[in-house]
C-alpha cells in the first residue's frame, strides 16, 4: 500500500512538472520552485505564531480549543506538505497554510478528529491499527461485572424511624494495626 502511494506521488509531481515546464519554461519552473519555498517559509512561521496565540487563547478559556487544535493541524500538515520536494506538494501545503483555506478545511478537520476520538474513547482500535491494542494498554483485559451503590443521607440505612438521620457514637478499635511507643521505655 505504501508503495502504491509513492509510485502515485513520484508520477504526479512528475507529470506536473513536465506539464508546468513545457508550459512556462524550464527556468521559469525552478523560479517557481524557489518562489514557492520563499512563500511556505514565510507563512510557516507566521502561521505558527497564530496558532500559539490561539492555543494560548484557548487555555485562558478566551477561544476554542477544538478551533485551535484544528488549525494546529492543518498548519502542521501544510508545513510537512511544504518539505516533500515537488509542485503539487507544495501548492497543496500553501493551500493548507494560508488562512482562507484553513477556515474552510476546519470544520472537516474537527468533524475527522471528533470521530476518530470518540471511536478512541469508546474502547475502539481507531489509531492502533491492531486488533486488541486497546484492551492491551488498559489492562489484560478482563471485565468485572459489578453494580454500585450510592449510599446518601436520603436512603434509608442512614434515617432512624423517627425520620431523623442517624449519628454513631463510639471508638474504632483496630487490633491490626500496631500501636507506636511514645518515647524511651
Known amino acids: ?21 513545457n508550459a512556462i519554461g524550464v527556468a521559469w519552473t525552478v523560479l517557481l520552485f524557489l518562489a514557492g519555498s520563499l512563500v511556505g517559509l514565510i507563512l510557516m512561521r507566521s502561521q505558527w505564531r497564530r496558532v500559539m496565540d490561539g492555543f494560548r487563547k484557548a ?6 480549543p477544538s478551533l ?9 500538515a501544510g508545513s ?8 503539487v ?15 474552510a478545511l476546519r470544520p472537516l478537520a474537527v468533524l475527522l478528529a471528533g470521530k476518530r476520538a470518540a471511536a478512541f474513547a469508546a474502547g475502539g482500535d481507531a489509531f492502533a491499527g491492531t486488533v486488541g491494542y486497546a484492551a492491551r494498554m488498559r489492562g489484560n483485559g478482563e ?5 454500585i451503590i450510592v449510599e446518601t443521607p ?10 431523623k438521620e442517624l449519628v454513631l457514637e463510639g471508638e474504632i478499635l483496630d487490633t491490626d494495626t ?8
Open 154 to 163: 436520603e436512603t434509608p440505612e442512614y434515617v432512624a424511624s423517627n425520620g
Open 178 to 185: 500496631p500501636t507506636r511507643s511514645r518515647g524511651p521505655q
Open 59 to 64: 487555555t485562558r478559556g478566551e477561544g476554542s
Open 89 to 103: 506538494t507544495s501548492v497543496l501545503g500553501l493551500l493548507l497554510l494560508i488562512p482562507p483555506t484553513r477556515w
Open 143 to 147: 471485565v468485572i461485572d459489578g453494580e
Open 80 to 87: 510537512a506538505l511544504m518539505f516533500v520536494p515537488g509542485l
Open 1 to 21: 500500500m505504501i508503495a502504491a502511494v509513492f509510485l502515485l506521488y513520484v508520477i504526479v509531481e512528475i507529470a506536473a512538472l513536465v506539464i508546468v515546464g
Open 68 to 76: 485551535a487544535v484544528a488549525d494546529g493541524a492543518l498548519v502542521a
